[in-house]
């Protein structure tokens, strides 16, 4: 990505009196104009799209007109992709630059416009003064404001080898000394508590307590390890709750009831099926019988019925022979064929009923063999065949609906299978795994983990619960020794009665008493030991307090010192970057007169060969060529190896014609070194020396008339 920020597209419409400006700016830009042709709206467009209302600190501001416009401007070396602003937009280039990371230092911004005929860098005398110019060289302002802010009693303290002394003038002083003293008080108290009465019996038993605290510590210690061991062991008990979910036993139990119920239903039904197919066996035999039987009977009375037709016509053709006009001797031939045609149908008919009487004999057989029983006629077959038509049509419903259940059959053992596979339970493998024992054995099995696991989380927090610990209270260390229940109780009353014996011995103490109710504010009924703690806790708070407030007394102090430092350094970072050629080259160039420019208090003083001027007091010609010029240097070592662009609205308006020339040459330097230069003037002389000069940058150089 390109180190510089520049403009790479200006596109403006319906701007004051400007319809339509469109640009694509190199890097010495110049635009012209006579009055009121539109350059101060085009420079407060560029302005409201990538500055905004810019101001230095708190100092000089633009006054910008409200333009109502459409348009926006590109900006190139902001991120990978150009970045396009407008005056409607929110965020400008500064806010855009802080967010990428490539920030544009404090101020720096109002450096980079000259409107007008004000190249003021600040308010008040000469346009510039010395916070101006730290506020852009340094971070001294930023000290100056957090020096400010410290109380000077922190800041005139004197801490030398942790020892602090300050003026009383400040509510923390006065708190310090305070708890200096209340502290001293309380300390001598328990000096003379620890002279007086830590001898005899006293010593003995606090000895005793003592030892016993050490053991009964030890056992919280192991009842606290004891703790998260059953606290840690509820915690994965009831994690394979995951896995022994009851509803799942249920649903379990649930589908292989429902599986032996449907297999029960299955085999109920194969029987009937078994049945009905046995009492159909018979069908096809007898439905091919009976169409024999039946073409029997019907084949006898087609042949009468021929012979009688046959007959019928031979009667009527010798009838109508003489009609027809038919010879007579055809008469005799006539009847001589029908005769011949008769008898044949005579002989056929005689083997046809010889034939049928033979395959009736064997339908009845084999109907006898069959069904033990004797077969009387065609009503006989008629009747068995109807019969065993209903068990064929039985048997295939039942084989119909037999293939639902089949289907839900092998479904639920898919079903069952898969639970089998996700819960922790002694089944075999599905494939081996389809008698219903042993899967109610696996369920039954399943069901017991669950029971078992519930009361091993039940028992296990009731121990938890007797313990009574918090969460926070548990040891994930080992202790020394395991927890006894019996073994603390003991403990604690041996604490209790060494305890009870020494506060008699305590209790028979006035003076030392009296003392500590005083000092604790606490009830005179109060045990004597209790007392010694409540005192022991008002030291441990005022050591608290003491250590607060001295580590505030110390920390600003401490900050203040350092601050001191650090504007020691930046005073001195300001000097230096004042000096450097590469702020003080443009006021000699661009001036040919002024060598260096410095600060001096509250002045700013420029140089020449023979004497210092502060700036206040300068021309108003010369005062504006050191005024851009400490732009342009003070925007250089800001920016360091990253350029941006400078925007001119008629600055040279004040200057002579012979410095106009080093203004000019200045500017096309900066253009040629990758400063981005947009000058607009209704200047013809200066036009005229834009484009003299600029034509040593080539396509660099751009130049509209609006």
């Known amino acids: 990505m390109n180190n510089s920020v520049r403009i790479k597209k200006i596109s403006i419409s319906r701007l004051g009196p400007v319809d339509e400006f469109i640009m694509e700016p190199g890097d010495l830009n110049l635009i012209y ?70 920030g544009l230092p404090p101020g720096l911004e109002k450096l980079l416009v000259i409107k007008g005929a004000d190249s003021a860098i600040s308010d008040g005398p000469g346009g510039v003064n010395p916070g101006a110019v730290k ?79 050490e053991k009964i510590k030890e056992q919280n210690r192991a009842r606290r390890h004891r703790g998260y061991i059953l606290f840690r062991r509820a915690e994965e008990l009831k994690s394979l709750r995951g896995e022994l979910n009851p509803d799942e036993a249920e649903m379990l139990r649930n589908k292989i009831v429902e599986y032996k119920t449907t297999k029960e239903n299955i085999v109920r039904d194969e029987a009937r099926l078994k049945e009905a197919k046995s009492l159909s066996g018979n069908y096809v035999w007898l439905a091919e019988a009976a169409d024999i039987y039946d073409g029997i009977l019907k084949g006898g009375k087609i042949s009468s019925f021929r012979q009688n037709i046959l007959i019928i016509t031979a009667l009527a053709l010798t009838a109508l022979v003489p009609m027809l006009g038919i010879s007579k001797m055809l008469s005799p031939v006539i009847a001589a064929i029908f005769a011949v045609l008769f008898l044949i149908f005579k002989k056929r008919g005689v083997f046809i009923n010889k034939n049928a009487s033979e395959e009736v004999k064997a339908i009845r057989e084999k109907y006898n063999r069959l069904f033990r029983r004797e077969l009387t006629g065609f009503s006989d077959l008629k009747e068995k065949l109807k019969e065993e038509e209903r068990y064929r049509d039985r048997a295939s419903d039942i084989k119909e609906n037999i293939k639902e259940p089949r289907r839900k059959l092998q479904g639920l053992t898919n079903e069952i299978n898969q639970i089998f596979l996700k819960i922790p339970s002694n089944v075999p493998e599905p494939a081996k795994a389809p ?272």
């Open 135 to 213: 506020r852009l060289l340094s971070e001294r302002e930023i000290l100056d404001k957090i020096e400010g802010k410290i109380p000077a009693t922190f800041t005139e303290a004197q801490v030398k080898e942790g020892i602090i002394n300050i003026s009383r003038k400040s509510n923390d002083a006065r708190d310090m000394y305070a708890a200096r003293e209340e502290l001293e008080k309380t300390e001598k108290l328990l000096n003379d508590i620890n002279r007086n009465y830590t001898l005899g019996p006293v010593v003995s038993l606090n000895r005793e307590m003592e030892l016993a605290d």
């Open 435 to 706: 008698e219903t024992v042993k899967w109610e054995e696996a369920a039954d099995d399943f069901k017991n983990k669950i029971r078992e696991n519930e009361k091993n989380i039940s028992d296990t927090e009731k121990e938890l619960a007797k313990l009574n610990l918090g969460q926070e209270e548990y040891l994930k260390e080992r202790a020394g020794e395991e927890y006894d229940e019996k073994k603390l109780r003991e403990l604690e009353e041996e604490r209790q009665k060494a305890e009870e014996k020494r506060e008699g011995y305590l209790d028979s103490l006035g003076e030392i008493k009296n003392r500590l109710v005083q000092e604790t504010s606490a009830d005179i009924n109060e045990s004597f030991n209790r007392l010694i703690d409540k005192l022991r806790k008002k030291r441990e708070n005022i050591l608290s307090r003491l250590k607060q407030l001295r580590a505030k007394i110390i920390g600003l102090n401490s900050v203040y010192k350092v601050i001191e430092e650090l504007k020691l350094k930046e005073d001195k970072k300001i000097k230096e970057s004042l000096s450097s050629d590469i702020v003080q080259s443009p006021v000699k160039e661009i001036t040919q007169r002024y060598n260096r420019v410095k600060l001096d208090g509250k002045k700013v003083i420029v140089s020449d060969k023979y004497r210092d001027y502060n700036v206040a007091d300068i021309s108003t010609g010369a005062l504006e060529q050191i005024l851009i010029a400490l732009r342009m240097g003070i925007t250089r070592k800001v920016m360091g190896d990253r350029k941006m662009f400078f925007i001119f609205d008629d600055a040279f308006q004040h200057t002579d014609w012979k410095r106009r020339e080093y203004l000019t040459e200045s500017l096309v330097s900066a253009a040629a070194a990758g400063w981005q230069i947009f000058y607009f003037t209704m200047d013809d002389h200066i036009r005229d020396l834009f484009k003299k000069k600029g034509k040593k940058l080539k396509d660099g150089f751009r130049y509209r008339q609006i």
């Open 33 to 102: 104009g006579k009055n009121e042709t539109g350059k101060t709206y085009i420079v407060e467009f560029i302005i409201n799209s990538l500055l905004g209302s810019a101001n230095l600190g708190s100092e000089k501001r633009w006054n910008l007109r409200d333009i109502g416009s459409v348009g926006k401007i590109t900006v190139s070396g902001l991120h990978e992709k150009a970045k396009e602003f407008s005056p409607a937009a929110k965020e400008k280039l500064k806010k855009y630059m802080e967010k990428t990371g490539r």
